[in-house]
């Protein structure tokens, strides 16, 4: 069995450049090792439109590190460590527009196994989100269940049939209590995931998947295996992070606002030179 954490944001103790909030290495090795001092197998590195997988997929490729790039199939990498391989996943996490009780909000979306090199535009509507992220071949999960920036049980509920399966764990927001994943699975059939949501190491990890190892021979059996193993996938006991709540959810508002609101607008997260 294997462990995925598939939605993390590289916890910025990588990036370099300005507005880094890096004080430690900023090597690939650093997040590699990272991630197996957390028994994970991989994680889903998810951005904000703003080329994050691919400036870390191409320092790997350039890295002389301990760790060696061994596969790149267009949307994940492996890498060989001491104990096996690590995967990382592209995803992205993608700002949209819903409408709740005739009021404009936003949501978000969190597309997993997109290729390489191409984001989704922020601000579309739910179908026309989850439209894109199909016709891309990766998969539809919406993020952070009902508390900030998320979609709510109704609308999971309207509109099952765009979903590939749905954050029931969000280690830094507002949960479902058992019952109530129990009820949404069954009304739905999708798959349920326990996620980190992670922007620094100590949250990494904090949820996460159990499943059989996915298929990285190709893109295209990364997306098949993914969303066929989810639905046989085992998840640790409820409330596996032993943080205040309240602290997590204002450092995860401060770094999405950060990230959102001061980076992407000054150019900080520009695209990546190949």
Same mark, same amino acid.
């Given at each position: 069995? $294997?462990?995925?954490?598939?939605?993390?944001?590289?916890?910025?103790?990588?990036?370099?450049?300005?507005?880094?909030?890096?004080?430690?290495?900023?090597?690939?090795?650093?997040?590699?090792? $990272?991630?197996?001092?957390?028994?994970?197998?991989?994680?889903? %590195?998810? &951005?904000?439109?703003?080329?994050?997988?691919?400036?870390?997929? !191409?320092?790997? $490729?350039?890295?002389?590190?301990?760790? =060696?790039?061994?596969?790149?199939?267009? !949307?994940?990498?492996?890498?060989?460590?001491?104990?096996?391989?690590?995967?990382?996943?592209?995803? #992205?996490?993608?700002?949209? #527009?819903?409408?709740?009780?005739?009021?404009?909000?936003?949501?978000?979306?969190?597309?997993?196994?997109?290729? &390489?090199?191409? &984001?989704?535009?922020?601000?579309? @509507?739910?179908?026309?989100?989850?439209? #894109?992220?199909?016709?891309?071949?990766?998969?539809?999960?919406?993020?952070?269940?009902?508390?900030?920036?998320?979609?709510?049980?109704?609308?999971?509920?309207?509109?099952?049939?765009?979903?590939?399966?749905?954050?029931?764990?969000?280690? &830094?927001?507002?949960?479902? =209590?058992?019952?109530?994943?129990?009820?949404?699975?069954?009304?739905?059939?999708?798959?349920?995931?326990?996620?980190?949501?992670?922007? +620094?190491?100590?949250?990494?990890? +904090?949820?996460?998947?159990?499943? #059989?190892?996915? @298929?990285?021979?190709?893109?295209? !059996?990364?997306?098949?295996?993914? =969303?066929?193993?989810?639905?046989? $996938?085992?998840?640790?006991?409820?409330?596996?992070? =032993?943080? !205040?709540? %309240?602290?997590?959810?204002?450092?995860?508002?401060?770094?999405?606002?950060?990230?959102?609101?001061?980076?992407?607008?000054?150019?900080?997260?520009?695209?990546?030179?190949?």
């Amino acid at each position: 069995m $294997a462990r995925y954490d598939l939605h993390t944001h590289l916890f910025h103790t990588w990036e370099t450049g300005k507005g880094s909030l890096e004080f430690g290495s900023r090597s690939p090795d650093s997040v590699f090792s $990272a991630i197996a001092g957390k028994a994970l197998n991989g994680i889903g %590195l998810a &951005n904000y439109s703003d080329w994050r997988y691919e400036k870390f997929a !191409n320092s790997v $490729a350039a890295s002389e590190g301990e760790y =060696k790039l061994v596969k790149d199939i267009g !949307n994940a990498i492996q890498v060989e460590s001491g104990s096996g391989l690590l995967s990382i996943i592209k995803a #992205q996490e993608i700002p949209m #527009q819903i409408k709740v009780s005739g009021r404009k909000r936003q949501a978000h979306m969190l597309a997993l196994g997109l290729p &390489n090199g191409i &984001n989704i535009d922020d601000g579309k @509507d739910l179908v026309e989100t989850c439209r #894109q992220i199909h016709n891309l071949g990766a998969l539809a999960v919406p993020a952070h269940w009902w508390s900030h920036y998320g979609l709510g049980k109704q609308l999971v509920l309207d509109n099952a049939g765009l979903l590939d399966a749905i954050e029931v764990f969000n280690a &830094n927001c507002k949960r479902l =209590k058992p019952e109530e994943i129990g009820e949404v699975r069954a009304q739905t059939g999708l798959a349920g995931l326990y996620v980190s949501d992670s922007h +620094n190491r100590k949250d990494l990890g +904090n949820g996460y998947v159990l499943c #059989q190892d996915f @298929d990285f021979s190709s893109r295209d !059996n990364l997306i098949g295996s993914m =969303k066929e193993r989810f639905k046989f $996938a085992v998840h640790p006991a409820y409330g596996t992070t =032993k943080r !205040n709540p %309240l602290t997590s959810l204002l450092e995860h508002l401060f770094f999405v606002n950060y990230d959102c609101r001061v980076r992407r607008p000054l150019g900080w997260l520009e695209q990546p030179v190949k």
